[in-house]
């Protein structure tokens, strides 16, 4: 199969003004969006920014609060946010558009009702946004299956340039906004005090380190800042570098102010469970776990698809190609550790004979399909096989 090769513009018998200006304002643009897109790919391939793009103005303090956060890739760190209640934990991967499926298992398993109560709910990227809901039970299935069914593109993001992005997502900054409720903050605080545990993961893009946000402590001061936290790091775990602009975290440091720069969460954690340290053999701190369902919004095998030959195509098509390579290495990885550790692990995945048509990000009908997919599975209690990595029966 070859691309379609476009015939260059014919020669033109003589200048014309109008044509000329138009094609250097074009060429001016495109200039334009090749300097943004070679800054967010310098960022994915040195996992570190090159340039300094804009913060964002009056960010969240993240240091006004206890315990609210740790490096999700040291086990001392991570340690001070163990959860004190015992019970399964669910981990949500990132995934974008396919979270559908995720929230589908969610809802099926609810019917099924075998579903648990979960002592630790993780989420990252799209898992982020579904955590939260997922960490307070089945009565807000259905908040997630409107935000698979009843939303699209539009509701995401606008199609246009910002200092540090090719989109702008003020749709989903919004979206947040309306979703993420002073009462929602009450509700997880509540369950925080009783010992669960509700983490999302961003990347810390100036360390290159992926950053364990502690949502429960967050919501338990229950203020103004707390709100803005909670959904400022919400935002940033699903802000897609390059896609999306990155979000500033002030904090102190040897008595100075400055702002952290977080995106999405994918970047260094596909899915979080533990710090690695936490699973390698001489490892001296334990999490309290024994079961970790894991609900991964994606297809474990690579895909063949042509881009179009345009910068968010191209770019989009390279970081997904990423991603994947990331997300079965983090699967092979704790595939082999759990048994180590006497873990009973459950794996979830968008199956490789799923093929709907998909016509751009967040495409409302494939989401519905999606999500349909996932209700079935998690209804018929086929959803958690373990993952084509390890092989074995239905775990659920």
């Known amino acids: 199969m070859t691309r379609l090769l476009h015939e260059a513009d014919p020669p033109q018998k003589c200048w014309n003004p109008v044509r000329l200006r138009r094609r250097l304002i ?99 990227s799209i898992g982020a946004l579904i955590a939260p809901f997922a960490f307070l039970g089945s009565r807000y299935d259905d908040a997630i299956r409107q935000n698979f069914t009843s939303i699209g593109a539009a509701d995401i993001f606008e ?49 290159g380190r992926p950053m364990v946000w502690n949502m429960g402590a967050i919501a338990a001061r229950g203020d103004a800042s707390a709100l803005k936290l909670f959904r400022d790091v919400l935002l940033a775990s699903s ?47 334990r999490a309290p776990l024994e079961t970790v369902y894991l609900l991964v919004n994606s297809k474990l095998d690579p895909e063949f698809k042509m881009p179009d030959r345009n910068i968010p195509e191209v770019l989009g098509r390279a970081i997904a190609v990423a991603l994947t390579s990331g997300l079965r290495a983090q699967l092979a990885l704790i595939s082999v ?18 093929d709907h048509p998909s016509h751009g990000p967040f495409d409302g009908k494939y989401m519905q399909a999606l999500y349909a997919l996932g209700v079935t599975a998690g209804k018929q209690g086929t959803a958690f096989q373990e993952a084509a990595l390890r092989g074995g029966k239905s775990a659920q």
């Open 26 to 124: 074009g060429e001016l643009r495109l200039l334009k969006l090749r300097l943004i897109a070679g800054c967010a790919a310098g960022a994915i391939a040195c996992a570190a920014l090159v340039c300094a793009p804009l913060r964002a103005v009056a960010p969240a303090h993240a240091q006004q609060f206890a315990d609210a956060r740790a490096w999700g890739d040291s086990a001392s760190e991570f340690a001070r946010l163990l959860p004190q209640a015992s019970g399964p934990w669910l981990a949500i991967s990132g995934g974008g558009s396919d979270g559908a499926f995720g929230g589908g298992v969610l809802a099926g398993w609810t019917q099924t009702g075998t579903r648990p109560e979960f002592a630790v709910v993780s989420g990252v």
């Open 159 to 207: 199609d246009r340039l910002t200092r540090d992005s090719l989109f702008d997502y003020w749709p989903l900054k919004r979206l947040i906004e309306q979703q993420v409720t002073p009462k929602l903050l009450s509700e997880i605080a509540a369950e925080h005090a009783r010992g669960r545990r509700l983490y999302v993961t961003t990347t810390n893009l100036d360390s």
């Open 239 to 285: 802000s897609i570098p390059g896609f999306f602009s990155p979000v500033a975290v002030a904090v102190d440091a040897n008595g100075k102010r400055f702002e952290e720069m977080h995106g999405d969460g994918t970047l260094t954690a596909p899915f979080f469970i533990v710090p690695e340290a936490m699973l390698s053999p001489g490892s001296t701190t």
């Open 337 to 354: 550790a759990a048994p180590r550790h006497g873990i009973a692990l459950h794996i979830a995945h968008v199956p490789g004979s799923f």
